[in-house]
């Protein structure tokens, strides 16, 4: 498990009420390494990627993104910066499935005036993601839901936690069938 502070679980109680936990448990896997870090960028995952114990792995999943949309960095030279560690996951692993934050706009944390670039951002890098994904040819999952159907605008105090910025239990819960559905589908 790579990534930042939603692939360690924060605004959870246990880290196994996250996307990962939740994968995991599904998948039954058996052994799991977390080197997911709260605040990581792009940039620090092939750091964390240098910490692995082993030199392949059944399944890697990669969530990170957010800190990179909330800091206004572009999308694509963000692509750019995970191209060869996606290379390099994928030497690592036959099943890497890679996902970002859905709508960075919706938290409530987010100030009003902030929430339509944020928005709008995030549909740029779901767009980056999955270009640099399919070109090195890795699972990306994409987790954007349409405002109008999205349950984190829907029902935010549901499905953030109290911090207004990371997912509850349920939040993890969206993202994790998202992966499953695509996982059934391959």
Do not use: C
């Not at 959870?12 to 977390?34: Q, R």
């Not at 069938?177 to 391959?186: A, F, S, V, Y």
């Amino acid at each position: 498990i790579l990534g930042d502070s939603t692939a360690a679980g924060v605004g959870t109680v246990k880290s196994f009420f996250s996307t990962p936990g939740f994968l995991f448990d599904h998948l039954n896997v058996t052994y799991a390494e977390n080197y997911a870090v709260n605040g990581a960028q792009a940039k620090d995952i092939e750091d964390q990627v240098k910490q692995a114990k082993k030199e392949t792995y059944d399944i890697i999943l990669l969530q990170v993104g957010a800190n990179d949309i909330v800091r206004f960095h572009d999308a694509d030279t963000v692509a750019e910066t995970l191209e060869p560690v996606l290379e390099l996951l994928k030497k690592k692993s036959d099943l890497v499935i890679f996902i970002s934050a859905g709508n960075m706009g919706s938290p409530p944390a987010i100030p009003f005036f902030l929430k339509k670039k944020y928005t709008s951002l995030s549909l740029e890098y779901h767009k980056a993601f999955e270009t640099v994904s399919e070109k090195v040819g890795i699972m990306y999952v994409n987790t954007y839901q349409d405002p109008s159907v999205d349950p984190f605008v829907l029902n935010p105090k549901e499905y953030f936690s109290k911090d207004g910025f990371h997912p509850t239990t349920r939040g993890y819960h969206v993202w994790f069938t998202m992966i499953k559905e695509r996982l059934e589908k391959e």
